[in-house]
């Protein structure tokens, strides 16, 4: 797993009907983009350090073409 800031990590709910949590990487803490990452989440404007599980998913940020 990789991500840079501005991209949104989603973490998927093992229970079924239960909401996935979404937040937005503010910063990452290796060159390569690999965990871990904080996180402010969108639900409560919380950050905390984030290391990924499997029920995770980054989601890019649409960045800006440099032309």
Request: aromatic share 6%; charged share 35%.
């Given at each position: 797993m990789?991500?840079?800031?501005g991209d949104?990590?989603?973490v998927h709910s093992p229970h079924v009907?239960?909401?996935?949590r979404e937040g937005v990487?503010?910063?990452v803490r290796h060159a390569d983009g690999s965990p871990p990452?904080?996180?402010?989440?969108s639900d409560t404007g919380h950050?905390?350090?984030?290391y990924p599980g499997p029920d995770a998913?980054?989601?890019?940020?649409?960045?800006?073409?440099?032309s």
């Open positions: 990789h991500a840079a800031v949104r990590l989603v009907g239960a909401k996935e990487v503010v910063e990452y904080v996180v402010r989440w950050e905390s350090l984030v998913e980054v989601r890019p940020a649409r960045r800006q073409d440099a």
